[in-house]
């Protein structure tokens, strides 16, 4: 069964601690992306990636960034987290063009 | 942008019936997608269908696509306790999608 894998179903981190969000897939996905999810927003889509070593901003980048190092894995990265990115985060892969995204069971990140 | 507004905001309906529920977005897409998330999971992906596509069926999902309108519905037949989630719709252009704020369905047994 193909997987997206988050490394942690729930995190809670302080103010001010960089943070790191781990995403795998094993489905030889070349796009990989970042959402997180907030009552009555929706998914809002923070980063993306096309290849390996290639990462595009979303429409919410402020204070996140993300490596993509090989094509499996896609790192969110908080610089210093703060209460304001408490959510839930979902990481998704899709084959290249227009195709339908495989999701992760998300990241549900407290800041405190 | 290209972000679905889905309609309503919420459905509830008995089980056994049929649930329509409707996107409308703004700007050139090339496919238009459907999910599913039940609570605090992941999004499951439902159906996609491209831009010179009107109709797509898959089980009891019937999606509809006008881009003429700028506008998709996705109807569920006989719906079941378990259809139980939220549906959200994605507009897309080109491997980038935009998902709208979401329809909260419930179906009563």
């Known amino acids: 069964d193909v997987k997206v894998t988050q490394s942690s179903r729930y995190l809670v981190k302080r103010t001010g601690e960089k943070v790191f969000l781990e995403c795998v897939q094993d489905?030889?996905?070349?796009?990989m992306f970042w959402y997180r999810q907030d009552p009555g927003l929706g998914l809002r889509l923070i980063y993306f990636?096309?290849?390996?070593?290639?990462?595009e901003k979303g429409d919410i980048p402020e204070g996140y960034s993300v490596s993509r190092e090989k094509k499996e894995r896609f790192s969110l990265i908080l610089e210093s987290a703060s209460t304001n990115q408490t959510s839930m985060y979902l990481c998704?892969?899709?084959?290249?063009?227009?195709?339908?995204?495989?999701f992760g069971s998300g990241t549900r990140l407290t800041v405190v | 942008s290209q972000q679905g507004e889905e309609d309503p905001q919420a459905l509830s309906i008995q089980e056994g019936e049929n649930a329509t529920m409707n996107c409308s977005y703004k700007?050139?897409?090339?496919?238009l997608q459907w999910y599913r998330q039940n609570s605090g999971r992941g999004l499951v992906h439902l159906i996609l269908?491209?831009?010179?596509?009107r109709e797509k069926h898959s089980g009891r999902l019937r999606v509809t696509l006008d881009t003429s309108k700028k506008s998709s519905s996705l109807l569920i037949t006989a719906s079941r306790a378990a259809d139980t989630a939220s549906y959200f719709c994605?507009?897309?252009?080109?491997?980038?999608?935009?998902f709208g704020k979401g329809i909260t369905l419930s179906v009563r047994p």
């Open positions: 269908i491209r831009s010179n596509e």
């Open positions: 998704a892969s899709s084959l290249a063009g227009p195709n339908g995204y495989t």
């Open positions: 990636s096309y290849d390996v070593k290639m990462k």
């Open positions: 994605a507009p897309g252009a080109n491997s980038k999608l935009t």
């Open positions: 489905m030889d996905h070349e796009n």
């Open positions: 700007t050139s897409i090339n496919n």
